[in-house]
């Protein structure tokens, strides 16, 4: 029998929640009822095969990236190489690392696609891509860690801005990381280009062979991790300020450089209870945490 995907209506009538396999889409669109339903028969339209078109190529996408070439062939997979791609010279990147960001990119297309929207988000479970027009704005409600409940703050991203793509990092994530942050949250100019700088922070916060840090190779904890044999961070024992400094700075010159770059348009770095932020001086940039999770579902507001 063949797998059949997940659509429907949430509870509240307003969002749309898309689940096949890892994939896992919360959607909200804004405007006339009739542009919101043929937004949201779009999304439902293109989500049906997009994990297959994936999975077709998923032993391509789980190699390192080259930086000069791309032999895949879907869009969407296509959209995760040149994501991961400003990266691959000088870091172990595999597409895979953009995959939640480019799947919430290809929805969204879709829905705008086929109808004038005033505002709509598409949510992969926390990397999520944005549409803003006129004066919408997007409330972000911002997490210590994201395998914790609770609303630290909220950021605000106005139509004005740049931003159309959050995403967040780390070892407390639904992917392993290389690093030792709690959470690394990116504001980017798409979804996709969000996802892969936040792996590649969260990556760099890090202290190389400390003895409290606990890591193991990524395969034997997931067989079939692109990270293959790398040693992932298992668990994190007692820093001191100091260490947790050093940390996170390491951190924060990876942000700043992408920055600088223009790869991203912020960044906040959590350790422990700590926080570095880089980006701009914008008023949603000093109350920038972290995002990430079934949490953000209650915690976007129009």
């Known amino acids: 029998m063949k797998r059949l995907p997940q659509i429907a209506l949430l509870p509240d009538g307003k969002r749309l929640h898309l689940q096949d396999g890892p994939i896992d889409l919360v959607v909200e669109a804004n405007g006339p009822e009739a542009e919101v339903r043929a937004a949201y028969d779009a999304a439902a339209r293109r989500f049906i095969g997009l994990l297959d078109e994936l999975c077709e190529e998923l032993t391509t996408l789980r190699q390192a990236a080259d930086p000069a070439r791309c032999t895949l062939k879907g869009v969407v997979a296509r959209r995760m190489h040149a994501a991961v791609a400003p990266f691959a010279a000088d870091h172990f990147i595999t597409p895979m690392a953009a995959v939640a960001g480019s799947v919430a990119e290809e929805i969204l297309g879709a829905m705008l696609g086929a109808a004038h929207l005033e505002r709509a988000y598409v949510n992969n479970g926390g990397d999520i891509a944005l549409h803003l027009t006129g004066g919408e704005q997007f409330t972000v409600g911002l997490m210590d860690r994201p395998d914790r409940h609770g609303l630290m703050r909220t950021m605000v991203v106005d139509a004005d801005d740049p931003v159309r793509g959050v995403a967040t990092s780390g070892r407390h994530g639904r992917s392993f990381s290389l690093g030792i942050a709690d959470a690394v949250t990116v504001l980017a100019r798409t979804a996709s280009q969000a996802d892969a700088a936040a792996t590649i922070i969260a990556n760099a916060v890090d202290l190389p062979g400390h003895p409290a840090i606990i890591r193991c190779p990524a ?15 298992c668990d994190v024992g007692p820093l001191t300020e100091s260490e947790i400094e050093a940390a996170l700075g390491a951190g924060a010159v990876c942000a700043q450089r992408l ?44």
Do not use: C, K, Y
């Open 259 to 302: 920055f600088a770059a223009g790869l991203i348009e912020g960044a906040a770095l959590r350790l422990l209870g700590e926080t570095r932020v880089v980006g701009t001086t914008g008023s949603a940039m000093p109350a920038l945490q972290a995002v990430h999770g079934s949490a953000i579902e209650s915690a976007v507001h129009a």
């Open 219 to 233: 395969n034997e904890l997931q067989p079939d991790s692109d990270l293959g044999a790398r040693l992932v961070t």
